[in-house]
């Protein structure tokens, strides 16, 4: 009887079997294949070392550098500026949004007003908030204002122009619509102009993090109140290359979480969403 | 020109009209020391100031031979790597996660390695703006490339076209739209890379008179070059960069229908 239960139960194993180990090798060939240029690339850059007797101030050896990484775990320094690096990030990606959005939409809903501020808009999404930086020094210091400071002003502009742009490409008859039914410019704003434009803002939102971050690691190394961009900076000082190199690996993966983890997912979601609206 | 166009441009000089008089009012009517906003009359004197010594000038064409040296490196390098990965399938797979991860990286991230191995000064620049620039042309190139239609290729295959041919009349302009759009975004992550390298690893050019003129203080200056650097930025993208990019886009229409 107990036999004939498990015969049973690994039947139905055997028979769902093939497509879940099917996944799983797919899932592995496919993770095997994104990986492979990786150690690759590792594999050439342990060989340039080797051949060519470089000093670690130059171009530390991988192992170095991986090395390099568990004082400064040990230590909490590499958490620590993690976290600071993203709430700072995190803070002004929140505000720059909560205030880019409703501004686009507020100098969006006219036409006139839409078609005053587009140069200038764009002139200052244009100016980089790196080049605000010397100005951001004077007025606010050496500190966390000043990074701050630069950020927001980063993703505000093009979260805010793209968001204008949005509203104006939303056709006209939507908003007519609902206003010949009776709908209030606040429905007008949740109904019609917010999903209208969603594209738009969320191409805006991702040129102002990903302008911003770059600005964060530019400001941090400039600023030098913690950070990673501090982190570079200050190993840099020391010549200490493997540090450097733990540095900018964990920036390229940082800004990969950010991509993968919350600009992919957005996006997905709105795309199809704008998808739906198309038909 | 037409009426609205006039119009629109009219209405597009009223923020700016509007800013400037805020400006003018806050420093007029407050007593705002001259370090923390300076009157757009003092940023006038600073420009000329700069101007009639020639530091300007000099600051203005270092900067923009650096991104022109880096553009023009990303550009050859970028377009004919991204050609070569995107014809040769494996290749292109064995690259393209490199180039997006190296794109994560950005090319701000290089500063202080690029100082540490080029020292202070235009290669180090240089180097940084490549890193900015160069992974989103190539990786632009590949996917430009490979969305080129297979039967294109063939066609030309057919009709005894070698590679010369296959590329020069198939896979480049099939993928000129692509590799203009990778080089107006490239771009414009390469000049801020531009401005950030300056302001840490060069002793010349836009970033270093914003930074050094921090240092002392001297705000009219800091928002001369904040202006200039707007301005400049501003001509590349609007007259050079968009022109191009509408005109590949409009040939790849005309591409599409045939």
């Known amino acids: 009887m107990a036999t004939v239960r498990i015969r049973a139960a690994e039947a139905g194993r055997e028979l769902e079997a093939p497509a879940g180990l099917d996944r799983l090798r797919r899932a592995l060939s496919r993770a095997g294949r994104s990986l492979l240029p990786f150690a690759l690339l590792v594999a050439v850059w342990w060989a340039v070392e080797v051949a060519f007797r470089l000093s670690p101030t130059v171009l530390p050896s991988p192992w170095q550098t991986v090395s390099a990484t568990w004082p400064l775990i040990q230590r909490g320094i590499l958490p620590d500026y993690v976290t600071s690096s993203l709430t700072r990030m995190a803070i002004a990606g929140l505000f720059g949004v909560a205030a880019g959005v409703p501004m686009g939409l507020l100098l969006g809903s006219n036409r006139y007003v839409s078609v005053a501020f ?20 004077v007025w606010f210091g050496f500190g966390e204002k000043t990074i701050q400071a630069v950020i927001l002003y980063t993703v505000f502009f093009p979260v805010a122009f793209n968001t204008m742009i949005g509203v104006r490409t939303v056709p006209l008859h939507y908003a007519h619509a609902l206003r010949v039914l009776g709908a209030g410019r606040l429905r007008l704003i949740r109904d019609v102009w917010v999903p209208g434009a969603l594209p738009s803002i969320l191409l805006g939102l991702r040129l102002g993090i990903a302008y911003g971050w770059r600005a964060l690691i530019a400001g941090e190394m400039v600023v030098g109140a913690g950070g990673i961009g501090f982190l570079l900076f200050q190993a840099r000082s020391f010549h200490q290359t493997d540090r450097i190199m733990d540095g900018m690996i964990l920036i390229g993966l940082l800004w990969l979480l ?3 983890g919350f600009l992919r997912p957005v996006e997905r979601a709105t795309i199809e969403r704008w998808g739906m609206l198309q038909r | 020109m037409t009426r609205a166009r006039l119009q629109e441009i009219g209405l597009g000089v009223l923020p700016f009209a509007g800013l400037l008089a805020a400006w003018w009012a806050i420093t007029g009517l407050t007593h705002v020391s001259m370090a923390t906003l300076p009157s757009p009359a003092a940023v006038w004197s600073a420009a000329s100031g700069l101007w009639s010594t ?45 180039a997006s991860f190296f794109n994560s990286v950005s090319g701000i991230a290089w500063i202080p390695l690029a100082i540490t191995w080029f020292g202070l000064g235009t290669v180090a620049v240089t180097f940084i703006i490549v890193n900015a620039v160069f992974f989103l042309i190539f990786f632009n190139t590949v996917l430009g490339v490979r969305s080129v239609p297979r039967i294109m290729e063939q066609a030309v295959r057919t009709l005894g076209g070698g590679y010369r041919e296959l590329i020069l009349h198939v896979f480049l302009p099939g993928a000129l739209p692509h590799i203009m759009s990778g080089i107006r975004s490239g ?37 001369t070059g904040i202006l200039i650097i707007g301005a400049i930025w501003m001509i590349i993208d609007n007259l050079v960069l968009k022109p191009l990019e509408r005109r590949t886009v409009e040939r790849w229409g005309t591409v599409r229908t045939l």
Do not use: C, H, K
């Open chain 1, 118 to 137: 587009a140069p200038f808009l764009n002139f200052f999404q244009a100016l980089s908030g790196i080049a605000w930086l010397p100005l951001m020094l």
């Open chain 1, 258 to 260: 950010i991509d993968l």
């Open chain 2, 54 to 98: 020639g530091d300007l000038q000099t600051d203005i064409l270092t900067s923009m031979g650096r991104i022109a040296l880096g553009a023009g490196v990303s550009i050859v390098l970028g377009i004919g790597l991204g050609l070569a990965a995107g014809l040769n399938r494996p290749l292109g797979d064995l690259l393209l996660p490199l």
């Open chain 2, 187 to 223: 771009l414009g992550f390469g000049w801020r890379a531009l401005i950030a390298a300056e302001l840490i690893a060069a002793t010349s050019g836009l970033g270093f008179l914003i930074y050094d003129a921090s240092n002392f203080l001297r705000s009219d200056r800091i928002l």
